[in-house]
């Protein structure tokens, strides 16, 4: 962690200071009323990737300073780019990564486990762990952690602070007056978030530029992921000719017989790559999922009765990289040998395919869009090949345009 002198503390004190100032004055009241004004609606499904005017970064009387607002938190001052901070989930780590921001990164969750073999694949782009704090390997931190760090953001929303690290409004509160602001979003799906209001994929992206004033770099990920995706869906066949797809972990809860069956259409960048590639309009499970909930809770004879095509497996590129685990002989092993379950036709034309990580910005959001095409239609885009590198010819994106935007040319 870099020197913080005497010099340093009155200009971050300073505008987390004045920006809550401001915000308590009211100048900020369109932006922070929109917020809380929202905050307990349940959204119907993913929002539109396009920030509203009140949404988005907005300049302030300082020509230095800006403000970036993010539901359900409000908004926060900034008088320069943060240059030291704090992040939870793999996604925004994958997203500051994405804007270029990785020397900045102090402390997330689990470092040792982050999947840098994605990036292994990207020329000239390494992502090193070794240096980053772990929050949560070892437990709940504690809350003089956060003061130890001192940085200059949390980019880490007060919902997940309060689930993950044990702490209360006011601990935040004063977090945010003696070190610097939570400011994030839970993204992944709706889970977790007690009706809180949640931002999709490119929208939040949009949201951590504004934070680091990358907004190019950002720009750039979205090209690249709706070029991905308009030439992937320009190649499928028409929806009756696809495969049925059942989306679901098995094994997962102990006992190796409960099937969990998600729906592929629930909002989140956890399911984006099956949205985008339009799963929901083959998924076998359609129309049968509670409205309280995103999955289906089952056993065999229920997967057997629907008798999906090919599965796509949860968090499933996880397992691949777990070195005490092994897909073939835990997860499809047990499907296997169940005189049930192995007559399910996905299972029976070995068509289970492991499919994300828990968590994905817009650099793993690129290669498991890939990954999930090449697995359902690998006729027309090759055979899948998991943690490894397809050959050059078989790849559906530029990993070196990508690196060349983590770099910043744009």
């Known amino acids: 962690m870099r020197d913080t002198g005497a010099e340093d503390e009155p200009t971050r004190r300073d505008w987390l200071k004045y920006g809550g100032a401001i915000i308590g004055g009211g100048l900020l009241a369109g932006c922070v009323g929109n917020s809380e004004s929202s905050a307990t609606a349940t959204p119907e499904s993913e929002p539109s990737d396009t920030a509203s005017p009140t949404d988005s970064a907005a300049t302030t009387a300082e020509a230095d300073e800006y403000q970036v607002c993010m539901k359900p938190n409000g908004c926060h001052s900034f008088d320069s780019v943060p240059e030291e901070f704090a992040v939870y989930h793999q996604g925004p780590v994958d997203i500051v990564i ?16 982050f999947p840098t073999q994605y990036y292994d694949q990207i020329p000239g782009v390494s992502v090193e762990m070794d240096g980053v704090t772990a929050l949560s390997e070892d437990g709940t931190p504690d809350k003089e952690l956060f003061y130890e760090l001192d940085v200059d953001a949390h980019l880490i929303g007060h919902h997940p602070a309060m689930e993950y690290f044990e702490l209360d409004e006011s601990d935040l509160a004063e977090l945010e007056e003696n070190v610097a602001p939570f400011h994030g979003s839970w993204m992944r799906r709706p889970d977790y978030t007690d009706g809180h209001p949640y931002y999709g994929l490119y929208e939040g992206l949009d949201k951590y530029a504004d934070v680091f004033q990358t907004q190019e770099r950002g720009d750039a990920f979205r090209t690249m992921h709706d070029e991905l995706v308009a030439e992937i869906t320009a190649e499928l066949p028409p929806v ?12 997962y809860w102990g006992d190796g017989k409960t099937v969990y069956v998600r729906d592929p259409s629930a909002p989140g960048y956890q399911t984006k790559p099956l949205r985008d590639l339009e799963i929901p309009s083959h998924d076998p499970f359609a129309g049968q999922y509670p409205d309280d909930s ?95 590198a397809p050959p050059e010819s078989a790849r559906l994106f530029d990993r070196e345009r990508v690196a060349a935007v983590i770099d910043g040319d744009v």
């Open 98 to 113: 994405a804007l270029g921001q990785l020397d900045g990164l102090v402390a997330s969750a689990f470092p040792s486990t």
């Open 240 to 251: 009756e000719e696809r495969p049925t797809v059942a989306y679901l972990n098995t094994n």
């Open 294 to 388: 995103n999955f289906i809770q089952g056993d065999y004879e229920l997967l057997l009765d629907v008798d999906p095509d090919a599965i796509v497996y949860h968090a499933g590129m996880n397992v691949l990289r777990d070195s005490e685990k092994d897909f073939e002989d835990d997860i499809l092993g047990p499907l296997r040998d169940h005189p049930v379950a192995s007559e399910v036709t996905a299972v029976a034309n070995g068509r289970v395919y492991p499919y994300h990580e828990f968590e994905q910005g817009p650099v793993m959001n690129l290669f498991n869009t890939e990954l999930l095409a090449k697995a359902l239609y690998p006729e027309r885009f090759g055979e899948p090949t998991g943690m490894e």
